[in-house]
């Protein structure tokens, strides 16, 4: 007989199952072992008595066993089912669990190791592994192939205070901190590409919204202005909402998130201009020097008065990478959209891109760049240039937002932060 699964309980009323897990909790007296089973798809409850009963006396919280037993509806069982034991291995007796009740938030990173197998680790991770499958499904859906850039590169791309450098054999080299400038030499070929791909930037503040090693979903297409990037950014963002309500209900309410409100996310979203965002802000009694970015606070400040994600476009060129196009209708701005939703702040970074190699080479030197290192890049705009836009999405941050946790830290398995490389 295979095993099933403990989702798989309440088909098998009245008759045996067999399943295999670890013990979740453990309670025994001398008549009555109580053993909760965890697999990947829940917990069931499991009655142990008479000669097994020595066996599950020994067992110890995340002891792995298999089990035999008939199941019967219970209304007292969480979940409604409990198993009656009639037959019990023990395949690994565990150690001493370390993870008790009550431990803090910095003890459960320090063994993420084991944190993981928790219940909400567990539902965490089943919606980031929808969110991956929902990017991959809707850019594949609209004709994007996959492309993938090098990880070690020469050039900066989002400014050079954020680049880790590396030894590469006794001269220094950065880590990518996006695809981007690849991506603009791939679109001459593939004119639909998207990835999805780790992105490495020393942040120096500590905040709850930065990992210094991020999964980034970018992509770049070719021909595309400015009105379609915004479409096509609520569109995924939709996309994957719609997925993850769909998906992972069960986990999102887990962890306490309503998944009909977040089903309900669809395009389009609210749009407004950078201009009319530092108004909002002053309204609030937030003053902002003029053409500065917007920082986490008033993100944060400007989000209360939205539900929705929130597109602010037309940011001041001063503060945006080098290769965004200027507006052609305020040339202290450029075509350049951020997406914000509550709580988290900044999940999409977009714009259509430069074409003038002047204009680039002159936006590399202010940033005090050897433009003999983005040759490569430049050459992209003498040969057949076109229009072109893209974005990158950072993946932990739309994990963030639809599992409503405090930090970005708790969206991946293991974590990287500027104090954080371990385990
Ligand atoms: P922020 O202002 O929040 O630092 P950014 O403007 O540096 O973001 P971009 O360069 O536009 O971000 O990168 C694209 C997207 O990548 C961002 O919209 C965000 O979702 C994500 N992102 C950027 N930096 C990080 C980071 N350190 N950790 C996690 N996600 C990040
Ligand atoms: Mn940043």
């Not at 970015?293 to 944060?300: G, I, K, N, S, V």
């Amino acid at each position: 007989m295979e095993f099933q699964t403990v989702s798989q309980v309440p088909e098998y009323d009245g008759k045996v199952i067999k399943l295999r897990g670890w013990v979740y909790r453990h309670r025994a007296s001398k008549t009555i072992a109580f053993v909760v089973l965890r697999d990947v798809t829940g917990t069931v409850q499991c009655t142990v008595k008479g000669d097994l009963l020595p066996k599950a006396d020994e067992l110890r919280i995340e002891s792995a066993i298999e089990l035999e037993g008939k199941v019967h509806k219970d209304e007292r069982a969480p979940g409604g089912y409990e198993i009656t034991v009639t037959g019990l291995d023990v395949v690994h007796l565990a150690e001493r669990f370390p993870i008790t009740k009550d431990q803090s938030t910095q003890w459960l990173r320090e063994q993420r190791h084991l944190w993981l197998r928790s219940q909400k680790m567990t539902a965490i991770l089943k919606v980031r592994s929808a969110v991956f499958g929902a990017i991959h499904d809707y850019f594949r859906g609209k004709g994007y192939y996959e492309f993938h850039s090098p990880m070690f590169t020469p050039c900066m791309a989002e400014g050079g205070s954020t680049l880790f450098t590396v030894d590469y054999y006794g001269k220094p080299i950065f880590l990518a901190q996006t695809w981007q400038l690849y991506a603009e030499a791939a679109i001459f070929g593939l004119e639909k590409i998207y990835t999805i791909a780790p992105s490495f930037r020393s942040e120096k503040s500590r905040t709850s919204r930065h990992l210094t090693e991020y999964w980034h979903a970018e992509v770049e297409t070719a021909w595309q202005g400015f009105d379609a990037l915004q479409e096509q950014g609520e569109e995924l963002v939709a996309f994957i909402c719609q997925a993850v309500a769909k998906k992972c209900a069960k986990e999102l309410e887990e962890l306490e998130q309503d998944p009909k409100k977040i089903a309900k996310i669809k395009a389009p979203f609210p749009r407004i201009t950078y201009d009319e965002a530092i108004k909002i802000l002053k309204k609030d009694g937030m003053s902002i020097a003029p053409g500065k970015d917007l920082r986490t606070l008033e993100e944060e400040k400007l989000m209360e008065h939205y539900e929705l994600p929130l597109i602010v476009t037309r940011y001041p060129k001063a503060v945006k990478a080098f290769y965004m196009r200027e507006d052609p209708e305020d040339p202290s701005k450029v075509l350049a959209y951020d997406m914000l939703v509550p709580r988290v702040g900044e999940i999409i970074g977009a714009s259509e891109r430069e074409t003038s190699i002047d204009e680039l080479e002159r936006k590399l030197r202010e940033e005090g760049e050897d433009t003999s290192t983005y040759e490569w890049y430049l050459d992209t705009r003498k040969y057949g240039s076109v229009q072109h836009s893209g974005f990158g999405l950072g993946v932990e941050r739309v994990i963030q937002w639809l599992c409503g946790l405090d930090s970005i830290q708790d969206a991946i398995g293991f974590p990287r932060t500027p104090d954080r490389t371990t385990p």
